[in-house]
């Protein structure tokens, strides 16, 4: 599976959890294209989980969070597209879908997809 996924062009498969009252916990999982989209590593978005986090665009936060919590207590698919700046000071566009699941003491783990999306964005809102 890892070797599929590592296959991915320009996007990541990663599974993510948050703990029972919400807090953002640990990324088990990110396939090798997390380099190429976020420039970290695995590695490091297994030590820190807020890496990505901190990246997102202040004006698409609040909403990607509040779709979060909505996605964490209806058990309801979260897809939401946003703004990121990378290390490197490039400013990219994600389209983000997961799906969640329940697992144990309470906490919700989604398995999803991250792509990048900036050149289709920036066709859009050319026109």
Known sequence: LR???NNLSDGVLYQYVVNAEGGIESFPYASSGVQ??????????????MLVFNMVHPEDLEVMLQKGEHS????STFEHEYRISTPSGKIKWIHTRSNPQKIADG??????LSINITKRKKLELAL
């Open 72 to 75: 964490r207590n209806t058990l």
């Open 36 to 49: 190429e989209l976020f420039e970290i590593t695995p590695d490091m978005l297994a030590k820190d989980p």
């Open 3 to 5: 070797s599929i996924t």
């Open 107 to 112: 906490k919700t783990m989604w398995d999803g």
